[in-house]
Nanobody
Framework: QPQLVESGGGLVQPGGSLRLSCAAS????????IGWFRQAPGKEREVLSC????????FHEDSVKGRSAISRDNAKNTVYLQMHSLKPDDTAIYYC?????????????????????WGQGTQVTVSS
């Protein structure tokens, strides 16, 4: 059974930056589409960034476009989400998800529930 473990969350000051990690076991992330999502209290889960089977195939939601980057380290079997210029509205639980499908748009834009594996999430709080 694939397992995904997020880390790197915590308290960040407004304007700061962070790097979240999604470490996988039981699967090889290089052969998966990976997505980063977040859910704030009282709000629906939203997609942030996705990376497909090739590193050149990425997607970024408008809310984080220009201040986020998604990358993959196959040697560490880990996918990263870097964000900068953080705002209090970025406060949420951040999740990563993985699926062997190469349909990045289908997974990340049309139906997030198609992702087969999800991590438990890491809390990010942006506050002074």
């Amino acid at each position: 059974q694939p397992q995904l473990v997020e880390s790197g969350g915590g308290l960040v000051q407004p304007g700061g930056s962070l790097r979240l990690s999604c470490a996988a076991s039981g699967i090889t992330l290089g052969s998966y589409t990976i997505g980063w999502f977040r859910q704030a209290p009282g709000k629906e889960r939203e997609v942030l960034s996705c990376i497909g089977h090739t590193d050149a195939n990425t997607f970024h939601e408008d809310s984080v476009k220009g201040r986020s980057a998604i990358s993959r380290d196959n040697a560490k079997n880990t996918v990263y989400l870097q964000m900068h210029s953080l705002k209090p509205d970025d406060t949420a639980i951040y999740y990563c998800a993985a699926d062997p499908s190469s349909d990045l748009i289908g997974l990340c834009v049309l139906d997030h529930d198609l992702f087969g594996s999800w991590g438990q999430g890491t809390q990010v709080t942006v506050s002074s």
